[in-house]
């Protein structure tokens, strides 16, 4: 029986988003390994405190760390963690999830350096690390894409009448939320009844500045806060086109669920997007915050029926090899 040490963000019962780290550990259960997790502590210090007294207590019990790794202030944890490891000589896999990453490699070279090239693998979600890690030299590098329960997403067809958005993202600037409700007053010009769902907990002030700019702009927005998996996959049957405006990614777990639950995609074309998506194959894209160039994407999704079914169609083909019980063999034959 394998032990592995999920190291992230565990911080679902303070009201964020689950992680990379809930979601894979979940899983991972569920094919009968044993899983310990850090940190669930809110603050920054205590987390960082609570991850290294789990790697010494767990580290000689586990056969592998598995470290979730970001580009901005978790690349830290990433670093002191692997460190860690090393010096108890555990063996750690960083799951590379920051979008910014290749910016990351270029600033911090020498200690993305003494993450990476030590670990015993590190697994890029997206192609669109895998070949920025390649470019570089690192050599123990394997692709496993991020992976859904596709059986719990229900696809509904959509009719292409009225523009209904929705929106699914965590409130941090990152994501650029308020260029969404930008979108919807300008499309509303075209399409008075257009509506917009925003669905995700606050991370930053961009929340307060979001809801700000369209209370100040007279715009009906609906923000429903965090919701389950289950409870926005349902919510998704009232919506036919899925937003995501973000300046940077890598491979959105939200934007596959999208795919799976039939919705169209518009999105910018930042990171890792255009490894996942197509432009007018299964998704139609963007520059970063162009907010002109995705009211036209819009019109022409409504005005084009045909292209918004064409598209739906090729995303849910793609969306098929992001299934679980596809994805789940890679792991096995990297956790033997």
């Given at each position: 029986m394998k032990r592995i040490l999920c190291i992230g963000n565990n911080l679902v019962k303070h009201g964020n988003t689950a992680t990379s780290i809930v979601v894979m550990g979940e899983m991972f259960e569920r094919e009968g390994y044993v899983v310990y997790y850090a940190s669930s502590k809110q603050h920054k210090l205590l987390r960082m405190m609570d991850m290294i007294l789990k790697t010494?207590?767990?580290?000689?019990?586990?056969d592998y760390v598995l470290i979730d790794t970001y580009s901005t202030v978790n690349f830290w944890y990433a670093l002191i963690i692997s460190q860690l490891c090393r010096l108890m000589k555990?063996?750690?896999?960083?799951?590379?999830?920051?979008?910014?990453?290749?910016?990351?490699?270029n600033k911090s070279r020498f200690w993305c350096d003494l993450i990476f090239k030590n670990a015993y693998q590190n697994v890029a979600p997206s192609p669109y690390l895998f070949t920025a890690f390649s470019k570089l030299g690192y050599k123990n590098l394997v692709l496993i894409p991020n992976s859904i329960d596709l059986g719990n997403y229900s696809f509904h067809?959509?009719?292409?009448?009225?523009p209904k958005i929705l929106w699914v993202r965590s409130f941090a600037q990152l994501y650029n939320p308020v260029l969404a409700v930008k979108v919807l007053l300008a499309i509303k010009n075209?399409?008075?009844?257009?509506?917009?769902?925003?669905?995700?907990?606050?991370?930053?002030?961009?929340y307060e500045s979001t809801v700000d700019f369209a209370t100040q702009n007279n715009v009906e927005v609906t923000f429903t806060g965090k919701l389950s998996k289950k409870e926005w996959a349902d919510l998704s049957q009232r919506y036919n086109l899925f937003l995501n405006t973000t300046h940077f990614d890598n491979t959105p777990v939200s934007v596959i669920e999208a795919m799976a639950?039939?919705?169209?995609?518009?999105?910018?074309?930042?990171?890792g997007i255009p490894y996942l998506l197509q432009h007018e194959k299964n998704a139609l894209l963007v520059n970063d915050n162009d907010l002109?160039?995705?009211?036209?994407?819009?019109?022409?999704?409504?005005?084009?029926?045909?292209?918004?079914?064409?598209?739906?169609s090729n995303a849910r083909d793609l969306v098929q090899g992001f299934d679980w019980n596809i994805i789940r063999k890679q792991w096995f034959d990297l956790l033997r």
């Open positions: 010494i207590r767990y580290g000689s019990k586990v555990v063996k750690y896999i960083p799951k590379l999830l920051g979008g910014d990453l290749p910016n990351r490699l067809k959509k009719k292409f009448d009225v075209k399409y008075p009844m257009a509506q917009l769902c925003m669905v995700g907990p606050k991370k930053d002030e961009s639950l039939g919705l169209p995609i518009i999105s910018t074309n930042v990171g002109d160039g995705m009211v036209a994407q819009i019109e022409r999704l409504f005005s084009e029926p045909h292209l918004a079914n064409n598209m739906v």
